[in-house]
């Protein structure tokens, strides 16, 4: 579970994150959408304890993130819009890395590499260096080591950046076992094909705050109830409709509509 109160970024006079305050339960997917600048990967960045917040508070499965950093973190995921990886190993010894930073070792190492890349689909490239991996291949080998110490709250930062197709179906299936599993997954997205069919509920950011959540036929229905100048039409039942008109057509050029 991952639960946010209240939380504020401040630069100097500017305010990236403004009060935000959200829940992900567990063994739900939470999306986290809006324009760019909104304030989604600052928040996203706050939660994995990769900035520090001005004010407000962070809890990850019952550890709050400034009393128990160490806690928090060993029991949170994170897949980043923009990972960093070791490209001169191999992708057996990249995982293997992986876990000893979390502590984990001994017989049981190898079968939770092996269990991984098998659900990844990258069982036939362990022992090929990183490095001749297409981006999509790069992806799933970060997400593999996101998984690998069994988190119990994942925090996703744009995931189907440069996947083909049918490495976006995988990871929405993956995605979905996983929530399945009871792991609370807060995802922000630019692609609002991916939130409507993905997420149980969804919270909207516009300058750093909040200005809709709920699941998309709540938010359909907040969008219908706003004033007839903008409402939305019968056949307006995707979640580009519906973003554009909660947002007041902000991002119109940031936001897309399919994988």
Known sequence: MIVIQNLVKRYGAFTAVDGVSLETKSGEIHGFLGPNGAGKTTTIRMVAGLLQPTAGSIEVNGHDLAAEPEAAKRSLGFIPDRPFIYEKLTAGE??????????????????????MLGLFELTPWKEELIEAFSHG????LVMCAAFLHRPQAMLVDEPMVGLDPRGAKLIKQVFRTMADRGVAILM????????????DRISIIVKGRIIAHGTVDELRQMAAS???????????????SVF??????????EIDEVV
Do not use: N
């Not at 990249?94 to 269990?115: S, T």
């Not at 630019?190 to 939130?195: D, G, I, N, S």
């Open 244 to 253: 554009l008109k909660l947002t007041g057509g902000s991002g119109l050029q």
């Open 94 to 115: 990249f995982l293997r890395f992986h876990a000893g930073l979390y502590g984990i070792d001994g017989d049981g190492v190898d079968a939770r590499v092996a269990e």
């Open 188 to 199: 922000s997205t630019h692609t609002l094909e991916v939130a409507q069919e993905m997420c």
């Open 137 to 140: 291949m790069k992806q799933r």
């Open 226 to 240: 706003t004033d007839d100048a903008g409402a939305l039409g019968p056949d307006d039942t995707q979640l580009t």
